[in-house]
């Protein structure tokens, strides 16, 4: 079936350091592919999404792109900030998503 | 516009307990979600609706999980009898549900379940 896989964590960063996150898929077919963020204590909310491949989805100055070619859909910010810490999934499917483990980010100032 | 709304937001029972979570869907939106989201561990799904009908519950274990979905609006997802390994966060999720573009889906803040 549908599965995802995504660098494991946990990640610590200074704050202005360059953020990549690692997220790879097999899937039959060609689903959305969507980046969500957990922020502590707090419920899960969607960061960005493409549909199809080469979509570019952004957001809050995070980007990934959807590449068929790599199986991959890698999530990257140029400069993050505190308030970025959270724990942030990778996640693909159409009206069922299926979801990688989670990546802590930690970003120290 | 309100989002997803569930209740209680934790819960601690003993094991063979049984127990029962609420979740309210943003208003409109046909297509509710229950996913079940252990320490460490991406959101599993366990059952979705189609405004009160089934579309998926191939993940949930039903000797002991049922849900429902009564008028299509409200949901309840119960557990009896509980074991230690169904400790985890419950989250409830609602989307618009038809076309491609309105799968995206709206999570609550989900029910803790602790386990004893």
């Known amino acids: 079936g549908d599965s995802v896989t995504q660098m494991e964590g946990p990640v610590t960063l200074s704050e202005e350091a360059f953020l990549t996150i690692n997220c790879t898929y097999t899937a039959t077919g060609y689903p959305s592919l969507f980046w969500y963020v957990q922020y502590p204590g707090e419920g899960l909310q969607l960061l960005l999404k493409a549909t199809k491949a080469d979509d570019k989805g952004s957001n809050k100055g995070f980007e990934a792109t959807y590449r068929k070619e790599t199986t991959s859909f890698h999530l990257e910010k140029g400069s993050v900030q505190v308030s970025d810490s959270a724990v942030y999934f990778c996640a693909l499917g159409d009206y069922k998503l299926s979801f990688g483990a989670g990546t802590t980010v930690t970003v120290r100032a | 516009e309100a989002g997803v709304a569930q209740s209680p937001r934790y819960k601690i029972i003993e094991k063979r307990q049984s127990v029962a979570f609420w979740c309210n869907p943003i208003s409109g939106h046909a297509t509710l979600y229950w996913y079940q989201q252990i320490l460490g561990q991406g959101p599993k799904l366990l059952i979705q609706?189609?405004?009160?009908?089934?579309?998926?519950d191939s993940q949930l274990p039903k000797d002991r999980f049922s849900a429902e979905r009564l008028k299509g609006v409200d949901s309840t997802l119960k557990i009896q009898p509980a074991k230690l390994e169904d400790s985890a966060v419950y989250l409830c999720?609602?989307?618009?549900?038809?076309?491609?573009?309105?799968?995206?889906?709206?999570f609550g803040p989900g029910t803790r379940l602790t386990v004893t």
């Open positions: 609706f189609q405004n009160n009908g089934v579309v998926d």
């Open positions: 999720a609602s989307s618009l549900g038809g076309a491609v573009s309105s799968y995206e889906q709206y």
